[in-house]
């Protein structure tokens, strides 16, 4: 033991010198990869959720590919409550002041609360349009003005490489000069602009929460609002169980696991929520793990934000409720996703819409070897939600539950190799 004040002295000296530390231009980082996405200076941090959560990885993923750009709507689950943990959030801001705008509806309507983030962003950005063509048409409009605004009606905020958002914010800062001297000059269209002038920068409506709100109690709005076309995205932290109010089962969770109201080990198989948005055609889809495949991982991300339309990202979270140590957190994700419990795909409808056929695997079927009913209830990677079914059911039924659940995920596998040899689709 040492004396904690001199300790806390230096300690205070390093974080004061990790904070100098200067943010990497994002301009020179491609997000797309792996090494880059994790240079960007994450926007969330410091949360109140337990240590090793297997759910806060993705969210801090996400701030880093859309930055200050991103609006949340957060359903009621853990990803509330450390993610509002009010009067702190973890939540921060770049060096700018700029950074996501984050709030949390009900349970049961997140969706929609996200769908109303996206109408009003939309609006705005219509609204700015509209005084963008108003100034075009006016006669009194300086020509390096007119020219500016040409290009910024020229911009693709949506291109592949994400420069256009880049491109579209260096637009608007030099527009704010020409405005400001125009509402100087007493220009009324030059104010209003002013005004509205950052929506022109397109923003990221993302819609947050857990299994128990997306496979349950949220579904119905989830499904209307990815049916309704608009440009809303969908993260769904697949804990496999509502963790927040101490392990009730979802329709998420697999067969032979045991929680509350699934006392005897679940019976009905996981939802294939994935392949029920599939069925759109124009819904972006994406089963992902950061543990198992972080390339793909990063790869879905940035297809779903660069997707003009609907998206879906269903990412494998573990979790204290699973009954498992989070320091081997990950070693569980790559078993599940071996075993083929959860296997990584994704739909891109802009494939589709080419005559290919959009659905990637981005995990092979290794169940030959990894046995997820052998695994469940295995010393190394065993979890108490399986392991507490040989006591609660008996030896012979619960193998007989979990081999059962091991078919399932052999046979929803076959159904994706399938789907994906398929010509088109
Ligand atoms: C209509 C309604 N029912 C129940 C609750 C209580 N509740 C709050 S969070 C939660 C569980 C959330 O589980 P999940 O969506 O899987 O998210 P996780 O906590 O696993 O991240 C429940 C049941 C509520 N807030 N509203
Ligand atoms: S209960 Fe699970 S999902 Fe919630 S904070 Fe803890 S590890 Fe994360």
Redesign the pocket.
Known sequence: MVEQIPLRQSEAENWKFFLELPDVDPAKLDTKQVLDSQLKRPLFEFSG??S?????PYVKLLTQICGDRLLIANATG?SSI?GGNLPTTPYCQRKDGKGPAWSNSLFEDNAQFGMGMRVSADKLQGFAFELVEKLLASDKTPAETKACLEKIKAVDQHDEKGQGVEQMRALVKELKGYLKAGKDAGCDVCAQLLSVADNLVRKSVWILGGDGWAYDIGYGGLDHVLASGRNVKVLV?D?EVY??TGGQASKSTPTGAIAKFAASGKVQAKKNLGLMQMQYKNVYVAYVSMAANPAATVKAFNEAENYDGPAIIIAY?H???QGLN?ATGPAHQVAAVDSVHFPLWRYDPRKAAEGKNGLTLDSKDKSDTVSFAANAVSKELGENRFRQLVKVAGPDKAKEMLEKAEVGFKENYKLLTELAALPVL
């Open positions: 959720a337990c090793g959560c297997g759910e806060t853990c450390y932290l804990t963790s927040n979270a979790c204290i409720e989070t």
